[in-house]
């Protein structure tokens, strides 16, 4: 260990201290879960973006592995292992390495292997009381580690759901759009097409195999799909399952059969997610792309617009605040309110985030629904923006 590194250590463990001191004193009690989680868990939740930066290995028994790419699913596991009923409170938090690829080459703020201190609430049930309470404290942490100046961008899944429960579409497009809303590229793909009334592209081997699977149950599916690869001899690669496969082209076939989506639907969705912008000129425009499109958004706006209040009224400033309606789609399992917390001179890579993820537990093994909202502080890049302002 050079003399640099040695210093930059010492300074990441100071600052874990403090942070976590200040977690404790908030009531949040310290663990530590595995490193190494079940690869499928993370695969399943967390999303495209993250899945494919996911160091995946097999181990001597055969299990399919990961090394953690960030905390809140161990974390969440950890919960259920303490309370496999779900129905007691708890607050953690913790300090501990997190591992990803880095496509564009690792650098002292985007490392391979970095730290998150952070902070998650389970089983609360005054969610806005929660949401606050989340928020406040990160918001608290960055400034007490030295950051000032900081910029907090927000964005919210729930409206997002909202508005698509509104429009008047069929069930089947209502559960796509939800289903792609965390793959932007492949999203803003199939809005432009239904938009245009395009149908999917009937010719080409994928689109033949996929109408050959129509009113097919997903095991038939399945053993199509295997008997086709064996034809063809094509071995299967990369993450995807057999039954992953299978399932994509019945998805396929079915959108074969499917009318196209109105015209009309489709804008007022691209409309709704390129708002963005300081905080209450975008809820507004959101508020008026709902009421031009004659959309009933009262109730998720009103929810929205009162964690504001509660958080302004909590001291945090929100002048700066920017509101961002595709913002959030990183991970999968966000359910409600997500936010981050930007550096000065540091584009929009944040040094802490977090957000609501009430499906999470459940999807987990929880025997219902979990109310549970966390955040986390990225170590590296909170260090690193402390000493450029300094």
């Known amino acids: 260990m050079t003399a640099e590194s040695a210093k930059e250590f010492e300074a990441l463990e100071a600052q874990a201290r403090a942070l976590l001191d200040l977690f404790a004193r908030a009531g949040y009690e310290p663990v530590a879960p595995s490193i190494i989680q079940p690869a499928g868990m993370f695969l399943d939740r967390v999303g495209e973006s993250i899945r494919g930066r996911t160091y995946v290995f097999t181990d001597l028994a055969g299990d399919e592995l990961c090394l953690r790419p960030d905390l809140t699913v161990p974390v969440s596991r950890l919960y259920l292992e303490r309370h496999p009923d779900a129905e007691t409170p708890a607050r953690y938090c913790y300090n501990g390495p997190a591992f990803r690829f880095q496509p564009q080459g690792r650098s002292r703020t985007r490392p391979r292997e970095f730290r998150q201190a952070g902070i998650e609430c389970f089983g609360v049930t005054d969610r806005e009381s929660a949401d606050v309470e989340i928020v406040s404290l990160a918001v608290d942490a960055v400034a007490r580690a030295g ?92 993450n995807r399952t057999l039954g992953e496969i299978a399932e994509r082209l019945l998805d396929h076939a079915a959108d074969l059969r499917s009318e196209p989506l109105p015209k009309e639907v489709a804008t007022v969705i691209d409309y709704y997610l390129a708002v963005s912008g300081p905080l209450p000129e975008a809820v507004e425009r959101v508020a008026l792309i709902a009421k031009g499109a004659g959309l009933d958004m009262a109730t998720p706006l009103d929810a929205l617009a009162c964690r504001f209040d509660r958080l302004q009224e909590s001291g945090i400033d929100l002048d700066e605040a920017m509101f961002a309606t595709e913002f959030g789609r990183d991970f999968e399992y966000y359910s409600g309110l997500v936010f981050q917390i930007e550096a000065p001179g540091n584009g929009t890579e944040p040094v802490a985030g977090g957000g609501r993820y009430d499906g999470l537990l459940e999807a987990l093994g929880a025997p219902r629904e979990v109310p549970a909202v966390g955040a986390a502080i990225h170590t590296e890049r909170l260090l690193a923006a402390v000493e450029r302002g300094s």
């Open 147 to 238: 950051l000032n100046d900081a910029r907090l961008r927000f964005g919210c899944i729930a409206l997002f759901y909202a508005l698509l429960d509104a429009l008047a579409l069929p069930e089947r497009w209502r559960l796509k759009l939800r289903h792609y809303f965390w793959r932007p590229p492949v999203f803003h793909a199939l809005l432009t097409r239904l938009a245009k009334g395009e149908r999917p592209d009937e010719n080409g081997t994928a689109a033949s195999l996929a109408q050959s699977l129509a009113d097919k149950s997903p095991d038939e599916a399945e053993e199509l799909v295997a008997a086709f690869l064996e034809v063809q001899g094509l071995p299967l690669s990369g």
